[in-house]
């Protein structure tokens, strides 16, 4: 337990958390933020404060979003830093709170430290939907980073060298329906443009892992990025006649699975996130590209295109330019086949309004797993460096 002089709170509130900077927290344990205010809020339920109690969280609460609002707007760091920590204390809610369900993984000495007099289940409402709110800003962040560089890097890398002599058009100021961006700078160098892609997926991960969160929600951020890369790359598909041939397919599904790879690499699957999974629209867009396309061949491309739209589908035919002259022309009566094929799946798309480019303002529900730390609160030490604190708290 630590415990405070109540007339310091505003001042210890500062310490722990406005005047906390990423490049310190990350030199510290994991959690070291949630763990000192946790260890406040025993002492303050062990001499059973009830006004004090609710004056520290609410504090806390209110300095975490002021400290996001003021200086975190396009911080990833920042931001993670007290994602991790809202979602670290959180779990010390839980854990700690006496409920049978949250004990299971507990040691007996940390079952010993349980809140004794406060039912503090509310506040746990509260820090979810500030986690929820940091979470999406993270994303948000995120997606404006990789957008500028998407198409080039996913669409006109060319990865298969001497696959065909064409190169697509830069495309510039192509409208687009609301909400879909889908200008693409001309500055890009596509050689360059995927490694420069992957590279930011990397100093994300890193900066995810520094501070400790949760494999599971990173994986999860990872999804809801992966979506949005591969919404922006099929909406562009779609409105680009000179990328819609089988070379260009073959060229964007090498890059689609450098992606691929990448979260492989990164173990992003481990925890059955699915994150690789968002990638299919896209992915079964090359596959059509490259398909052969007579009319046997429309129950097997029926099949294999079910994570596409009907008007997707019919979209990228239409578009379709055969490679040379010996390859034939997508006839009317192939595409009528198809139509027909996938009328009942058409109809069930209409009736749900679906439109034909991917909605970039998507975001999947986030989900916040239970997990207990193991940490022993008695053998806890407050770091040197931690802004002064040692000076402001006394452990009892």
């Not at 927290?25 to 260890?39: E, T």
């Not at 100093?203 to 999860?220: A, M, N, W």
């Amino acid at each position: 337990m630590l415990e405070y002089s109540k007339d310091q709170e505003e001042k210890l509130l500062k310490s722990i958390i406005t005047d906390l900077k990423p490049r310190i927290a990350s030199q510290m344990l994991p959690g070291m933020p949630a763990y000192i205010v946790f260890m406040l809020i025993r002492h303050l339920d062990h001499i059973n404060d009830d006004k004090n109690v609710r004056s520290l969280i609410q504090g806390g609460i209110s300095h975490i979003k002021k400290t996001i609002k003021k200086r975190g707007q396009t911080d990833i760091e920042l931001k993670t830093l007290w994602l991790s920590n809202t979602l670290r204390l959180l779990h010390c809610l839980k854990q700690y709170s006496g409920e049978p369900q949250f004990q299971a993984e507990s040691t007996v000495k940390q079952i010993e430290h349980c809140l004794r007099n406060f039912d503090l289940s509310a506040y746990r409402r509260v820090l979810s939907d500030i986690a929820v709110w940091i979470y999406q800003g993270i994303t948000k962040v995120m997606e404006e980073e990789v957008q500028p560089g998407l198409v080039v890097a996913l669409l006109e890398h060319e990865g298969i060298g001497g696959l065909s002599g064409d190169k697509p058009r830069p495309m510039r100021g192509r409208a687009g329906s609301t909400g879909n961006d889908l200008d693409t700078p001309t500055h890009l160098d596509p050689k360059e443009a995927l490694d420069g892609l992957l590279t930011q997926l990397t100093r994300f991960h890193l900066v995810l892992q520094k501070h400790g969160l949760d494999p599971e929600i990173i994986s999860q951020i990872f999804r809801q990025i992966f979506y949005y890369l591969c919404a922006g790359s099929l909406n562009n598909l779609l409105l680009r006649k000179d990328m819609c041939h089988w070379s260009r397919g073959m060229q964007i599904r090498y890059n689609i699975a450098q992606l691929e790879q990448w979260a492989r690499d990164q173990n992003l699957e481990d925890t059955g996130s699915k994150v690789i999974d968002t990638l299919l629209p896209i992915i079964q867009a090359t596959q059509l590209l490259q398909a052969r396309k007579s009319e046997e061949d429309v129950p097997g491309i029926c099949d294999m295109c079910d994570k596409l739209r009907v008007s997707q589908i019919i979209k990228i035919l239409n578009l379709y330019t055969p490679a040379d002259e010996f390859e034939e022309r997508v006839s009317p009566a192939f595409v009528r086949k198809i139509q027909n094929k996938l009328q009942e799946r058409a109809m069930e798309e209409a009736k749900n309004q679906v439109t034909l480019l991917m909605d970039t303002k998507f975001s999947f529900a986030v989900r916040f797993p239970f997990n207990p730390s193991n940490i022993n609160f008695a053998e806890l030490e407050i770091p040197e460096m931690y802004n002064n604190l040692p000076t402001l708290v006394r452990k009892v």
